[in-house]
Nanobody, 123 residues
Framework: QVQLVESGGGLVQPGGSLRLSCRCI??????????MGWYRQAPGKQRELVAD???????RYADSVKGRFTISRDNNKNTVHLQMNSLKPEETAIYYC???????????????WGQGTLVTVSS
């Protein structure tokens, strides 16, 4: 069983900061955790990549957040963080954690999504 526990969403004023966290909790056989990342979906829009990070530490960011957001991970705790600075009202969205897992058995590789955490940027 795999569960992603997200935290850190909430209401922030424009220009403010928030830090999102997502911890991957597993039971039974231990999978290899590959990429961890964050996506977001604003009302009426498609879900889009915000940032992700490989086990090696290689990161990828959406152009719109470069220089303002920082993604990091703690491999010992199976946790990924997203530090968001200088937030804009148009970044109001549900933010979803995504983790790529690989089991050594027939389950192989698959993606797991978190339940989402709401970020509201408003004065």
């Amino acid at each position: 069983q795999v569960q992603l526990v997200e935290s850190g969403g909430g209401l922030v004023q424009p220009g403010g900061s928030l830090r999102l966290s997502c911890r991957c909790i597993t039971s039974g056989a231990t999978p290899t955790i590959h990429v961890m990342g964050w996506y977001r979906q604003a009302p009426g829009k498609q879900r889009e990549l915000v940032a992700d990070i490989a086990t090696s530490g290689i990161t990828r960011y959406a152009d719109s957040v470069k220089g303002r957001f920082t993604i990091s991970r703690d491999n010992n705790k199976n946790t990924v963080h997203l530090q968001m600075n200088s937030l804009k009202p148009e970044e109001t969205a549900i933010y979803y954690c995504l983790t790529g897992l690989e089991y050594a058995d027939e389950r192989g590789y698959f993606d797991v999504w978190g339940q989402g955490t709401l970020v509201t940027v408003s004065s």
